[in-house]
Structures are given as C-alpha cells and as structure tokens.
C-alpha cells in the first residue's frame, strides 16, 4: 500500500510509492508544498542496535551529556551493504528492527546529489524514527550566519575603535540589519539546495503525487471493502445456519421467521455481489493508477493523463452509486431489528 507520511520539512502529507511499483533501487518524491525532493528505498535490515553514550566535557559543552548512538546495517535490492549512524538526546530507544526486517528509507537530496537520511520505517512493527529535522537545520543555519555577521561586525567596530576609519555607530546600527538579512539568505540558500534538483522535474514529480495520492485513497477503501466482505460473508453464514436449524427442528412452527429469514439472506447475498463487483472496480482503477505511475517513472512527462482521468472518473462514479445502494441495503438487514419485526 501507498505510505502516507508527514513531509519532514513542512509537515504536510507526502506519498510514497509502494515497494510493487518501485522499479528503481531508489525512487524521487517531491512535497507538493514546500518542493523537498527525496530518494525513497526499500531494504532489509541485518542488524540494528543502539547505545547510550556520554559526550565528552568541551569548552562548549560545560558539562558532558548523554544521547543514544543508533546503528543500522541494511541490504538493498542489489545486494549493496550500507551502515547508517544516527543520533539523539533522547535516551530512550526509539527505533528497533530485526534481521530481516522490512525498511523503507527515506534521504535528503541537495544540488550535489548527496543523500542523507532523514527518515525510517520499520514496516514489519510499524515503528518510525525521524533522523534530521530540515526546518530546524534551516534556521540553524540562519541562525549561525546571523551571530557570524554579528561576531564580524563587532570585531569591525572594535578595531576602528583604535583605528577609526568609518564613524563607529554606524557599523552598530547596520550590524543587526544586515545580521537579519545575511540569516535570512542562509536559511533561504540552504532550503534552495534541496528543491533546485526537482526544478526540472517538478511538474512530473508532482504529477506523481497526485497519483499516489489518489492510490492510498483506493487502497484504503479496498482494505475497508473487503474487511466488510469478510463480516457480511460471517453474517451470511449465521442466517444460513439458523435457517437450516429452524428447518431441522419444526419448519411449522418456525415458518413466519423463515420467511423473514429467507429474505435476509437473499438481501446479504445481493449485497455481497454489490461487494464483489466495487472490490473488482476499486482493484482495477487501482491497477489503471499503478500502470500510470510505472509509466511516468519510465517518461519524463506523463503523456495522456488528461484522458486517462477522463475515463476514471465515470468509472468511480458508477462505484459511488453501488455503494449508496449497498449502504440502503445494509440499513434493511440490521440483524436484531430484521429479525424482531
């Protein structure tokens, strides 16, 4: 199933493709809100464990901290070994797999194609992990610059305190302005870095999302349509039992309650063929989407996709109005009020 998750720079919904259609050892998504681009990839684990180490005393830190040192060495499909490190001040563990577990990894991509990661999940626990958080990398590095230009400007003030060249509260009065605008540039030059490799791409990789987007929702209701299957079939099979009980027993007697029971089952079987043919529906519009997405990932542009939406749509119509006549038959089969009228 397509993998909804939260975009790790702006939070918003980002949709990543499921491990059947991904074709490449690495696959690029895009947020369609704030333009991160990211490699997705699947991978086994072969080991995972994780320490509480003391970071020593520096002339920074005035007294030593603890943080717990995760490392995790994965399989990819091409049989390539690889090791990631990753830390965190929060000494509780937060992220464990096994051998052979199933990853999904998801890496920052910046201008010079250097990929870090940024997020995991463990899909056998349904456990991730957050490695970097990119907005606060972001105005770090903001933030940095600004107390570097503050630091070159005082250091400038100070030495024309003896050797004045230029009066003395000027540099103060245009040290926190520029400060202010050098962070704001920094924090702008460094998101910037890892939307330029999409610019390209943009329109398809959004293009993309749109589709996986439009996958988890068929999916979902493809899950939710056959757990509804599998009740309505239990159902079906205690009417059918307690029509072959009553029949078993006295027929006679039990004969105003037969023929209620008798139309029950005639209804969950209707309704159980209206079943049938949205899982069929929902499964070959998840198909049309999945063959689109496989498409694109082969194109650089998705040729078609106008008609192709085109004749989804009266497809998915027609799917609405055979659940609205599954919801008016549920609604007639209520077991406790079916059986007492």
């Known amino acids: ?65 603890q943080q717990r040192l995760y490392q995790l060495k994965v399989n990819y499909q091409s049989t390539l070994q690889k090791t990631f ?20 990894l998801l890496h920052t991509i910046d201008n010079k194609n ?12 349904n456990l991730d992990y957050q490695v970097l958080f990119p907005r606060k990398q972001q105005l770090f590095q903001g933030a940095k610059i600004s107390s570097l230009t503050i630091l070159g400007c005082s250091t400038l003030a100070l030495i024309d305190l003896f050797y004045p060249v230029v009066a003395n509260h000027f540099i103060w009065l245009g040290t926190i302005p520029l400060a202010i605008t050098t962070g704001f540039y920094s924090s702008i030059r460094y998101r910037r870095k890892y939307q330029q490799l999409a610019a390209n791409n943009l329109n398809r990789l959004a293009s993309e999302q749109n589709i996986l987007a439009k996958l988890k929702t068929l999916t979902s209701r493809l899950k939710q349509l056959n ?22 027993t006295d027929a006679h007697l039990y004969c105003d309650r037969l023929t209620t029971i008798n139309r029950g089952i005639s209804a969950l079987e209707q309704q159980l063929n209206i079943s049938q043919n949205l899982i069929n529906g929902y499964s070959q519009l998840i198909n049309i989407w999945e063959i689109e997405y496989e498409t694109s990932q082969l194109a650089e542009q998705l040729p078609g996709q106008e008609k192709v939406e085109a004749q989804v749509l009266p497809r998915l119509e027609e799917l609405q109005a055979l659940e609205q006549q599954k919801e008016e038959l549920s609604l007639l089969i209520q077991p406790a009020a079916f059986l007492s009228s």
């Open 114 to 125: 250097n990929l870090d990661l940024i997020w995991l999940k463990n899909l056998e626990h």
């Open 227 to 248: 757990q509804n299957k599998t009740s309505e079939e239990n159902l079906l099979n205690r009417f059918r039992l307690l029509q072959a009980k009553m029949n078993q």
């Open 1 to 65: 199933m397509t993998e909804e998750i939260k975009c790790p720079a702006c939070r918003q919904p980002l949709y990543l493709p499921d491990l059947s259609i991904c074709n490449e050892e690495r696959v690029m998504v895009i947020c369609r809100s704030c333009h991160y681009q990211y490699a997705v990839s699947y991978a086994i684990a072969e080991s995972c464990s994780s320490e509480v180490i003391t970071l020593t005393k520096t002339k920074f830190l005035n007294k030593p901290k």
């Open 85 to 104: 490190q990753f830390t965190n001040f929060d000494l509780k563990e937060k992220f464990t797999a096994n051998a052979g577990d199933s990853l999904v």
